[in-house]
């Protein structure tokens, strides 16, 4: 005997369709914040602290001195950028780690990681020329993939990053300095503004 | 006065719980509809997005998410900014107050359906 199929599904229960709603709106905002996770303010003082990190830098002749400045830079970096997103989060009623928050950890972590490490390795063999260039391509690389899903001004500015460190890494040593300034305080404010301007905040 | 607006609130909402557990919804048609849900949704979440984002954001055509944008407008849910950026058109949208007040609603909505059910 055949078998017979009914020709209608069972209804969805309403609490089941109300469930579907809120996950969608949540799923909804999630990829919606994560267009503007990247803080366009707090890109632009970045910038300009990097900026008069490269002037204080140019004038230590060890390489211990040079990149003193440059790792207590990052640390503030670090400290502007992160409180830069939580703010931003806040305004936009997402917690940080939700999708877009965590996505962009997820993918600008790893490179960070790999930065950290092989400086490491680089300072105690006492090599200091490949660093600039190491290192925007690498925070290139983090900022590309962590902002993947995001506008496309925040891949965009991961991609300049590796094209100067790219530049970097092969140019004479004594330019890394300045390539660093023109990165990590250059492309920083710039991005920083059209991001502020933009997509806000 | 800022207190007296969170109890104003409060009451709203209390009152807009214990409408839906009564079984006397007042579900807000417009933004039930699937693709304006998610506009608002995006919205709440940005200052603004452009027509080009929300139509990437969401995966939609330009002529579905022209309509509802419409709807919601005429609503006074969002707000429409037309302007030129490099001579081409560029449309902004932004979540009015009502708008926001509206999805607030929905949420709450959604909420005591769940609960409703959960304590039958």
Known sequence: MATVHPIRRAPVALHDHAMDNLRYIRQTMERAASFTAVPGVGGVVIGCTALAAAVVAAGRETLDGWLAVWLAEGLLAWIIGLAGTVLKSRRSHMPLLSGPGRKFILGFAPPLAVGGLLTLALYRAGVGQPLPGMWMLLYGAGVFTGGAASVRVVPLMGLCFMALGAGALFAPAVWGNWFLAAGFGGFHVLFGIIITVKYGG | ???????????????????????????????????????????????????????????????????HARKLEEAGYIQVTKSFENRLPKTEYRLTSSGRRALERYLDHMEALIRAMRDR
């Open chain 2, 1 to 67: 006065m800022a207190k007296q607006n969170a109890a104003l609130k409060k009451n709203d909402r209390k009152l807009r719980l214990a409408e839906i557990a009564a079984g006397q919804p007042r579900l807000d048609r417009i933004i039930h509809e699937r693709l304006r849900l998610g506009i608002v949704s995006a919205l709440a979440a940005n200052q603004s997005l452009t027509f080009n984002e929300l139509k990437k954001l969401l995966q939609t055509t330009d002529g579905n998410l022209s309509v």
